[in-house]
Structures are given as structure tokens and as C-alpha cells.
């Protein structure tokens, strides 16, 4: 893989999210450079989803700025980053490789080519299954190949250890050194240990409702 510029770095400045007219989060500032890890963490309803989603560009900012210094001038924060959810986004009728083969034409193909991204995360020998008839940790596998049949510098990763077992945890580690490695940067957020070589961490709290209005 080719290494990310030197320049790499992931910012943000007062980013806000507003979602049904509650404020979700507010203030919220960091920065990553090159090779840089950071860990969102918090309770459920702090945001930490939102957050993801709204560096993504998937939920528009109510306030701030969020900039990727060092990346594609042509292209915005969101198009530069790879969205690992909760859901699979697989379509059942088509096979593992059709699946994954979608994402990389959709997604630009400038990563690993299917069946090498399929055998790098352990499931290269269901490649002509149709995805209905994998498990909930093959699915899981099946959707965390897609970060590497495109090229992208930021990996935003949402409870990515769910429906994981142990050696799959061990592999996603392994990826996540080697995005590392070549420059890029990985922003999680998780409720259990991720095995993240010192990576930096961003607390959110929950907003406090505003106090209801008395009539006088």
C-alpha cells in the first residue's frame, strides 16, 4: 500500500451535532496527525456514534469544523474515510465476493483486489457463498474487508469488536498496525478494550437537557 502524506492530520474545532432538535454533543475539539489512533469513549447517548457519523459526513455538523490536513484537495473529509458501523450493508442474495466486489467498484478500487482483501481477513474460501448463509462473525468479517479494497487515510470504526471472536479481534489488530504503519489514522469508538497501541482518548459526556420553562 502506498504511504499517506506526512502532512496527515484529522481535526476538529467547537463540532457540534444537533439531532431532532436535542443537542447530542457540543464543544468537541482534537486533533490526530499521521499514524495516530484516538479512542472516543463514554456512555450510551454521549454521542460517541454521532461523532463517528458526523466526521463521515453521514450527519451534518450543527457548529465547528472538522479538517483533514495532508489528504485529497479535491475530495471532502467524508470521502476520505471509511465508515465501519453497526450494520453489515451485505446483500444476502449475492455471494461474499459479489458483495465486497460492489464496494470496491462503488468505493474506488485502489486497495487490495477482492479475493486478497477475503484471504487477508479469513474468509477467502467462502468467496462464492452467498452471504445469507454466513454468521453473524463472518458477516462481520465479510464488512471489515471493505477498508482494504480502497485506499482511504482515515478508518472511523464503530464498535468494531462486535460478533468478533478472538482470532478475528487478533486480525483486526493486525490491520489496524498496518493502516498505522503506512500513515493512516484511526478514530474508535467502544464500549471494550481495542487493542490500540497507545492511542489518545476523547471522554464524551452525555448534554444536560435544559431545565423546562415554568409559566408564570
Known amino acids: 500500500m502506498t504511504e499517506f502524506s506526512l502532512d ?49 459526513g453521514l450527519v451534518r455538523a450543527a457548529r465547528g469544523e472538522i479538517r483533514l490536513e495532508g489528504g485529497d484537495p479535491d475530495l471532502g473529509v467524508g470521502r476520505q474515510c471509511h465508515y465501519f458501523g453497526h450494520q453489515d450493508a451485505l446483500k ?19 486497495g487490495l483486489e477482492t479475493i486478497d482483501a477475503l484471504d487477508t481477513v479469513g474468509i477467502g474460501h467462502l468467496a462464492d457463498l ?9 458477516r462481520r468479517r465479510l464488512a471489515l474487508s471493505r477498508l482494504l479494497v480502497s485506499h482511504r487515510p482515515v478508518w472511523l470504526l464503530d464498535e468494531p ?10 486480525r483486526l489488530a493486525e490491520l ?23 492511542p489518545d482518548t476523547l471522554r464524551l459526556a452525555p448534554v444536560a437537557s435544559p431545565a423546562p420553562e415554568v409559566a408564570a
Request: one cysteine or more.
Open 161 to 170: 469488536q462486535s460478533a468478533l471472536d478472538a482470532a478475528s479481534e487478533t
Open 92 to 110: 444476502p442474495s449475492l455471494t461474499v465476493a459479489e458483495n465486497l466486489e460492489f464496494w470496491r467498484v462503488y468505493n474506488r478500487p485502489t
Open 176 to 198: 489496524m498496525r498496518a493502516h498505522r504503519a503506512i500513515g493512516g489514522i484511526i478514530v474508535a469508538a467502544t464500549h471494550q478494550p481495542l487493542l490500540l497501541d497507545a
Open 8 to 56: 496527515l492530520a484529522l481535526g476538529a474545532h467547537d463540532l457540534g451535532c444537533e439531532r431532532g432538535g436535542r443537542q447530542v454533543f457540543a464543544g468537541v475539539a482534537f486533533r490526530v496527525s499521521r499514524g495516530g489512533a484516538l479512542l472516543i469513549t463514554g456512555p450510551n447517548g454521549a454521542g460517541k456514534s454521532s461523532l463517528l457519523r458526523t466526521i463521515a
Open 130 to 138: 452467498p452471504a445469507a448463509y454466513l454468521s453473524a462473525g463472518q
